[in-house]
């Protein structure tokens, strides 16, 4: 059971545009930024968005985070087939005091 | 460019202590904090702990009784001690680097992963 919820799967056709939520609660979202990981297949977590909603270097504009209170959003839009990934949210809780993850969602590319 | 490789014996028997070390390269141990996410076959990502670069450290409370994780400055290089492991900690192991600033703490570089299996 992870501390964040997010939908276990998403789906979209090319060049469509899918939003992934994430809820959480007053101890993590609500008081916290989000960031936002992409894992490809075989691969190790990248950072996708950060602080709510930056991009690092090299990650396309096309990839946006949002929060409101305690629930986050990442959007793809321009859906493309190497967009079907693992995407998790994650960010600090105070309860905690250390980093929580969703369980993840499975993005498929129809 | 920083890097971050993972190093490790694959395959650990039931009790023992799992030992991983985390090289860093292309890139200052200064500053950051150095942490350890585990990912069991087909589940979500659980952040195990990290280490300050300072020493300091900070550890899930589900696996602090059996977690140490250190860093070695000199080396750049940081390590996890998992003691009394079970089937349950068989999982790929993952060192990050973990960044701060005042919008928030994230994890900006990873290593690829190791492969941990727990089996006798």
């Known amino acids: 059971q992870s501390v964040l919820t997010q939908p276990p799967s998403a789906s979209g056709t090319p060049g469509q545009r899918v939003t992934i939520s994430c809820s959480g609660s007053s101890s993590n979202i609500g008081s916290n930024s989000v960031n936002w990981y992409q894992q490809l297949p075989g691969t190790a977590p990248k950072l996708l968005i950060y602080?709510?909603?930056k991009r690092p270097s090299g990650v396309p504009d096309r990839f946006s985070g949002s929060k409101s209170g305690t629930s986050a959003s990442l959007a793809i839009s321009g859906l493309q087939s190497e967009d079907e990934a693992d995407y998790y949210c994650?960010?600090?809780?105070?309860?905690?005091?250390?980093?929580?993850f969703g369980g993840g969602a499975k993005l498929t590319v129809l | 460019q920083v890097q971050l490789q993972e190093s490790g014996p694959g395959l650990v028997k039931p009790s023992e202590t799992l030992s991983l070390t985390c090289t860093v390269s292309?890139?200052?141990?200064?500053?950051?904090?150095w942490t350890w996410i585990r990912q069991p076959p087909g589940k979500g990502l659980e952040w195990i702990g990290y280490?300050?670069?300072?020493?300091?450290?900070n550890y899930n409370p589900s696996l602090k009784s059996r977690v140490t994780i250190s860093v070695d400055t000199s080396k750049s290089q940081f390590s996890l001690k998992l003691s009394s492991v079970t089937a349950a900690d068989t999982a790929v192991y993952y060192c990050?680097?973990?960044?701060?600033?005042?919008?928030?703490?994230?994890?900006?570089?990873w290593g690829q992963g190791a492969q941990v299996t727990i089996s006798s």
């Open positions: 292309g890139g200052s141990i200064s500053g950051y904090y």
């Open positions: 994650t960010t600090w809780d105070d309860s905690l005091n250390g980093p929580v």
């Open positions: 602080n709510n909603n």
């Open positions: 990050a680097r973990g960044e701060q600033n005042p919008g928030g703490y994230y994890f900006d570089y």
């Open positions: 280490v300050y670069s300072s020493g300091s450290t």
